[in-house]
C-alpha cells in the first residue's frame, strides 16, 4: 500500500485505505437484491490446463504449397497453419517424371486431402506459382493439356470445402513449404521400405 501512495503521490493523489467492512454486512445487502430467477453459477472446468476457449469458426486455415526440383527428382511441400497458429507440415517425393506446374499441382492436392482429412471448411491457399493460382481462380485460361486432369482433381476437393480461396504469393513469402520440398529432396528413400510420413 505505500508503494502505491508513493508512486500516486507525484500526480497529486491521496490514496486513502478503505475502512474494514463487516461480511454480515455484505451479507444483508446482497440477500436484500437476491434475483428471482436466480440460477448458481457451474464452476467444473473438465480441462484445467486450457487458458481460454475462443471459437475459431470466423477464422479460416490457411494452405501453403510449393514443389522443389532438383536431378533427383520432384518433391512437394505442404503446410497447413490453423486459426491459432499450429503448423502441419507435410511433404512427399514424386516418383514419376513430371514438369514443375504438375508437382504445383500435386502439392496442392496434397494440401487439400490433408485438410479434408481434417474436416477444414474454411481455407485459404497460398502458392507461389502463377500459373497454378490463376488457372484454379478461373482468371487464366488452361493451355497445356497435362494439366487438364490436375485442374479437375482440385475442382473435386473444392466440393468439400465451405469457403476457399486461391491468393499467389512471391517465393520468398513462401518459405516454409519452399523448405519442406527442400527436405524432401535431400531424403534417400529406399522403394522396398515404407517411408513414415514427416
Do not use: H
Amino acid at each position: 500500500m505505500v508503494r502505491w501512495q508513493i508512486l500516486l503521490s507525484e500526480f497529486d493523489i491521496v490514496y486513502v485505505s478503505q475502512k474494514a467492512i463487516k461480511g454480515s454486512a455484505i451479507g444483508e445487502f446482497l440477500a436484500s437484491r437476491a434475483l428471482e430467477d436466480y440460477e448458481p453459477l457451474n464452476f467444473d472446468f473438465p480441462n484445467e490446463k486450457l487458458m481460454c476457449v475462443a471459437a475459431t469458426e470466423d477464422y479460416p486455415w490457411k494452405l501453403s504449397f510449393d514443389e522443389a526440383f532438383n536431378v533427383v527428382g520432384n518433391r512437394i511441400g505442404a503446410v497447413l497453419v490453423s486459426p491459432n497458429g499450429d503448423y502441419y507440415p507435410f511433404t512427399c517425393k514424386l516418383d514419376f517424371d513430371c514438369t514443375n506446374n504438375m508437382a504445383e499441382y500435386e502439392a496442392c492436392i496434397m494440401g487439400l486431402r490433408a485438410a479434408i482429412e481434417r474436416r477444414i471448411r474454411t481455407l485459404e491457399v497460398y502458392g507461389d506459382s502463377a500459373l497454378v493460382i490463376y488457372e484454379l481462380k478461373g482468371e487464366w485460361e488452361r493451355r497445356d493439356p497435362k494439366l487438364i486432369n490436375y485442374q479437375k482433381a482440385v475442382l473435386g476437393l473444392l466440393e468439400e470445402f465451405d469457403d476457399i480461396t486461391f491468393n499467389y504469393i512471391p517465393r520468398d513469402e513462401n518459405q516454409m513449404a519452399d523448405a519442406l520440398a527442400t527436405l524432401a529432396s535431400m531424403i534417400k528413400v529406399n522403394k522396398e521400405e515404407e517411408m513414415r510420413r514427416i
